[in-house]
């Protein structure tokens, strides 16, 4: 039954009125063409892509066959194009989403091709860095001017790919600068700017993953001979991440669009799972830290600002909420920092990890199991389930054993399941 016949049979049926039922259409109207803008967002910028590398493989094919001059006029042709279409869009389609996501992109892809191909025709020398580092720093403005939240992406992606070629690459890290974090900086104006209008939006909700995602994958360029510390960095980070993942602002959204509560809480746990094992906190304790030098260097200064931020953000949220709705995740890299110091000299360090993770694994089923909350549940009894494989293949328990302890566990999964449903099953009787 469509619309208009549901809403004319409550009409005479008198459980609406006209008004209402105006109301009702124009509610579902708006709600579809909302749905279609974004369809067509979708679709005009993989078509401004697609034609894009359609017109380069064209160009590619004839390549070799081709005069310099000619190659030259060829190589700014979808630079030229893709500057007319963004022109458009901001001088004719101000309104339109779409024309303007669409041909930030395909300027976007312009703007690296003819850096590439002028390259090519000129043999003009130089690395996969430095012409990443020329070509974002080029687009930036586009972000700005057009207001493009799919340039932004890009953008964000490509900075992170710039940091990962050049702070991960032994053969660059010494001889180049890694600007990331100022072209980092440079972007953050622009996810504020979201934040302020448009909170709720899936540009929003990209920003929130891929901005997070590209500063825990190049944190790690910052290790040179101190690369131990990070890890308090990188703990310290992912308690920060789980913080801000439990503000009102992301709290009010669904879970699969908080992303720094689910990198904060899943990195977090992943972490300490790495570190439950002894061959880390051996390697430790016969590391001969160089003092003087320790304090000085750029993983002790990070991972300081990182904890001193992290701590700030802890202390507003335990002093604005309530002591019982403060998870346990939220403590887990002060801790972390005094096991660590430990871990220099003594092997009780691994013990009190293992049971950090166990204790979490408890607590996160108890909250399940408090809020009726399946998902919940089964993530704590994951979190057991880990730390009893990782033992497996790090003790020396005989078989028997051993099967005996996946025996308890996965009968804890069944009873823990069958319990929760037979709740829910009373619940609704």
């Known amino acids: ?20 039922a105006e109301k009702i259409k124009g509610y579902y109207k708006t709600k579809e063409t909302s749905s279609t803008n974004r369809l067509f967002v979708v679709f005009g910028v993989l078509g401004a892509i697609l034609v894009g590398l359609g017109i380069i493989l064209i160009i590619a094919h004839n390549w070799d066959n081709i005069s310099k001059t000619i190659k030259t006029v060829l190589a700014f042709v979808p630079l030229i194009i893709g500057q007319v279409f963004a022109g458009y869009s901001l001088l004719k389609r101000k309104d339109s989403h779409a024309w303007k996501e669409s041909s930030s992109a395909f300027l976007f892809f312009s703007v690296g091709a003819a850096i590439s191909l002028i390259s090519q025709i000129y043999n003009i020398h130089g690395n996969l860095s430095s012409f990443l580092f020329t070509w974002l720093l080029l687009c930036l403005p586009l972000v700005y001017v057009m207001r493009s939240s799919i340039t932004s992406l890009l953008y964000i992606a490509g900075i992170t790919y710039y940091s990962v070629e050049i702070g991960y690459s032994s053969y660059l890290s010494s001889v180049n600068y890694n600007f990331y974090w100022i072209l980092l900086l440079l972007i953050l104006p622009y996810y504020y700017l979201l934040f302020k209008n448009k909170p709720k939006s899936n540009s929003m909700i990209f920003h929130n993953w891929l901005l997070p995602l590209s500063f825990l994958i190049s944190l790690g360029t910052i290790a040179d001979k101190n690369e131990e510390l990070m890890f308090i960095a990188y703990v310290s980070l992912l308690g920060m991440f789980y913080l801000v993942g439990n503000t009102k602002f992301f709290s009010e959204q669904k879970l699969r669009n908080n992303s720094y509560k689910i990198l904060g809480s899943l990195g977090t746990i992943g972490i300490l799972l790495n570190l439950s094992f002894n061959w880390f906190w051996q390697d430790l304790r016969v590391k001969e830290f160089v003092f003087e030098q320790l304090f000085s260097s750029n993983e002790f200064i990070v991972s300081s600002i990182i904890t001193v931020l992290a701590l700030g953000l802890l202390f507003f949220r335990m002093k604005n909420v309530n002591l019982k709705n403060v998870k346990p995740i939220s403590h887990i890299f002060v801790l972390f920092i005094l096991i660590f110091i430990l871990g220099m000299t ?12 166990f204790v979490i694994g408890i607590l996160t089923i108890r909250e399940g199991a408090g809020q009726n909350h399946l998902g919940i549940l089964n993530y704590g009894l994951l979190i057991i389930t880990i730390l009893v494989v990782c033992r497996f293949f790090d003790t020396e328990l005989s078989f028997v054993l051993r099967g005996l302890l996946f025996v308890i566990v996965g009968t804890g999964f069944f009873f823990a399941n069958y319990l929760m449903l037979k709740k829910r099953k009373h619940a609704t009787n």
Do not use: F, H, R, Y
């Open 346 to 357: 003594s092997s009780v360090a691994v013990i009190l990890i293992n049971l950090i993770v």
């Open 1 to 20: 039954m469509t619309l208009q016949k549901e809403t004319t049979e409550l009409i005479k049926a008198g459980i609406i009125s006209e008004e209402t």
